[in-house]
């Protein structure tokens, strides 16, 4: 599989003309975005094809793996033992009736597809994914690399967010212009999210993207009203209860400028880090779980720490911190995907997927909490911090590992290489719904 975008790394971005809802929900779009792809911060990824990276016909154990790639990589069902689900699953928690929305540009062709095969392979139950279209979204072409990008990033974002919450319905919003740097394509994402959480058609959303706060007009000059402006749909979505969770980014972390990645950097948001798991064949943990070096977190210029963030005051200050929480997102470690919309690169990948992968895992995490309370738990951040404080079973700290050179070590207590920590999902999951 070629390389599929990851969060965007610094670089340049035009502004992009908000899009415009018609009366049929569907919209017309701005300018079209430079033909430039997000790559993984700190250098490309590398492609299918490479040895490290081979496309094969069906996926290999974990120690099949260790021998013959060199790096671990896992299937949803060690997933499931991994951050304890099959509690929540025996007990009829699967996300059934929960609606789960993905955000990304172009989407993939081949998706529900994809996640039949992906069904089959591991026998999850069946998952519909319904396509919104949002904007001109421009009919596929397997030889643009920025659409080919996006679709790989598609096929993580649904089939990840479905191995830990099979019975959620998946929500595919794709827009038209592709998201790059600074404001570049968002418009048209908030735009459209706006519009799912206006008709009822979201309960968690999530972003596998992420821009530099640095990347918006005006921002060296003090003015955030580039981004703040852009939020709507997010201030929108809590109040209709909808959870909105996003990508801490791949780049590391900086803990020498006040500069967070966005959308994981605002309030409203739970920003999802990024860690390293250890497990068997079985998917027992063979190690605590650690800090992904790659993992994104840092501290907002352009917001002030939030209520929720007063019990680790001691360790962001007066801004908001990131990352909240962190789920799985080692390249050494990833999991298996299946996609065809690349008729060349077609059959089974692990190869890696950052805090990518992480966001959709999260969000499916809040699904299932929604369907055990019964209702749409809103911004979640506020009962994270609460159980942080509390001690509760449900967040598991991580101690080790640290993120990139100018990052964040991971130790005891929140900090900002993993969050508040990683979740033991059924209880994070009971704990949220008895709130």
Same mark, same amino acid.
């Given at each position: 599989?070629?390389?599929? !975008?990851? !969060?965007?790394?610094?670089?340049?971005?035009?502004?992009?003309?908000?899009?415009?809802?018609?009366?049929?929900?569907?919209?017309?779009?701005?300018?079209?975005?430079?033909?430039?792809?997000?790559?993984?911060?700190?250098?490309?990824?590398?492609?299918?094809?490479?040895?490290?990276?081979?496309?094969?016909?069906?996926?290999?154990?974990?120690?099949?793996?260790?021998?013959?790639?060199? @790096?671990?990589?896992?299937?949803?069902?060690?997933?499931?033992?991994?951050?304890?689900?099959?509690?929540?699953?025996?007990?009829?928690?699967?996300? @059934?009736?929960?609606?789960?929305?993905?955000?990304?540009?172009?989407?993939?062709?081949? &998706?529900?597809?994809?996640?039949?095969?992906?069904?089959?392979?591991?026998?999850?139950?069946?998952?519909?994914?319904?396509?919104?279209?949002?904007?001109?979204?421009?009919?596929?072409?397997?030889?643009?690399?920025?659409?080919? =990008?996006?679709?790989?990033?598609?096929?993580?974002?649904?089939?990840?967010?479905?191995?830990?919450?099979?019975?959620?319905?998946?929500?595919?919003?794709?827009?038209?212009?592709? #998201?790059?740097?600074?404001?570049?394509?968002?418009?048209?994402?908030?735009?459209?999210?706006?519009?799912? %959480?206006?008709?009822?058609?979201?309960?968690? %959303?999530?972003?596998?993207?992420?821009?530099? #706060?640095?990347?918006?007009?005006?921002?060296?000059? =003090?003015?955030?009203?580039?981004?703040?402006?852009?939020?709507?749909?997010?201030?929108?979505?809590?109040?209709?209860?909808?959870?909105?969770?996003?990508?801490?980014?791949?780049? =590391?972390?900086?803990?020498?400028?006040?500069?967070?990645?966005?959308?994981?950097?605002?309030?409203?948001?739970?920003?999802? =880090?990024?860690?390293?798991?250890?497990?068997?064949?079985?998917?027992?943990?063979?190690?605590?779980?650690?800090?992904?070096?790659?993992?994104?977190?840092?501290?907002?210029?352009?917001?002030?720490?939030?209520?929720?963030?007063?019990?680790?005051?001691?360790?962001?200050?007066?801004?908001?911190?990131?990352?909240?929480?962190?789920?799985?997102?080692?390249?050494?470690?990833?999991?298996?995907?299946?996609?065809?919309?690349?008729?060349?690169?077609?059959?089974?990948?692990?190869?890696?997927?950052?805090?990518?992968?992480?966001?959709?895992?999260?969000?499916? %995490? &809040?699904?299932?909490?929604?369907?055990?309370?019964?209702?749409?738990?809103?911004?979640?951040?506020?009962?994270?911090?609460?159980?942080?404080?509390?001690?509760?079973?449900?967040?598991?700290?991580?101690?080790?590992?640290?993120?990139?050179?100018?990052?964040?070590?991971?130790? +005891?207590?929140?900090?900002?290489?993993?969050?508040?920590?990683? +979740?033991?999902?059924?209880?994070?999951?009971?704990? !949220?719904?008895?709130?």
């Amino acid at each position: 599989m070629p390389a599929r !975008l990851r !969060l965007a790394a610094v670089a340049a971005g035009a502004f992009a003309l908000a899009l415009v809802p018609t009366v049929s929900g569907a919209g017309t779009a701005g300018p079209a975005a430079p033909a430039v792809s997000p790559l993984l911060a700190g250098g490309p990824l590398r492609h299918a094809g490479d040895p490290g990276d081979p496309v094969l016909a069906a996926p290999i154990s974990t120690s099949a793996c260790l021998t013959q790639l060199h @790096r671990a990589c896992y299937s949803p069902l060690q997933y499931r033992t991994a951050y304890d689900v099959d509690p929540l699953y025996r007990a009829g928690i699967t996300g @059934r009736g929960r609606t789960i929305v993905i955000v990304d540009s172009y989407g993939s062709p081949t &998706v529900q597809h994809d996640l039949d095969v992906y069904d089959a392979r591991f026998g999850l139950p069946k998952g519909q994914v319904d396509v919104v279209k949002w904007g001109q979204v421009p009919p596929f072409d397997p030889k643009n690399a920025d659409m080919t =990008g996006w679709a790989g990033e598609t096929t993580l974002d649904v089939e990840a967010a479905h191995a830990i919450a099979p019975g959620a319905r998946i929500v595919l919003l794709e827009t038209g212009v592709s #998201e790059t740097e600074g404001p570049v394509g968002v418009p048209e994402m908030m735009s459209g999210i706006n519009h799912l %959480v206006n008709a009822g058609q979201a309960d968690v %959303v999530s972003m596998s993207w992420a821009t530099s #706060e640095a990347e918006f007009p005006g921002f060296d000059a =003090g003015d955030y009203t580039s981004l703040t402006t852009l939020r709507y749909a997010f201030v929108n979505a809590a109040k209709h209860g909808v959870t909105l969770t996003a990508s801490s980014g791949d780049g =590391g972390g900086d803990s020498t400028r006040l500069d967070a990645a966005w959308p994981a950097g605002d309030p409203l948001v739970t920003a999802v =880090g990024g860690t390293q798991l250890s497990l068997n064949d079985q998917g027992a943990r063979t190690a605590p779980d650690a800090a992904w070096s790659g993992s994104g977190g840092e501290l907002s210029k352009v917001f002030a720490r939030p209520g929720y963030q007063d019990p680790v005051r001691s360790v962001v200050g007066a801004h908001r911190g990131t990352p909240d929480v962190s789920m799985a997102g080692s390249p050494n470690g990833a999991l298996w995907l299946y996609s065809s919309f690349d008729p060349a690169h077609t059959g089974w990948t692990a190869d890696g997927a950052g805090t990518s992968e992480s966001s959709p895992l999260f969000a499916a %995490v &809040v699904a299932l909490a929604d369907q055990a309370a019964g209702h749409r738990l809103g911004v979640i951040d506020n009962d994270l911090y609460r159980l942080y404080a509390q001690h509760s079973a449900g967040i598991v700290d991580v101690t080790t590992g640290s993120t990139g050179p100018h990052g964040y070590q991971a130790g +005891p207590g929140y900090d900002q290489a993993t969050g508040v920590g990683t +979740p033991d999902v059924a209880k994070l999951v009971r704990a !949220l719904a008895h709130r």
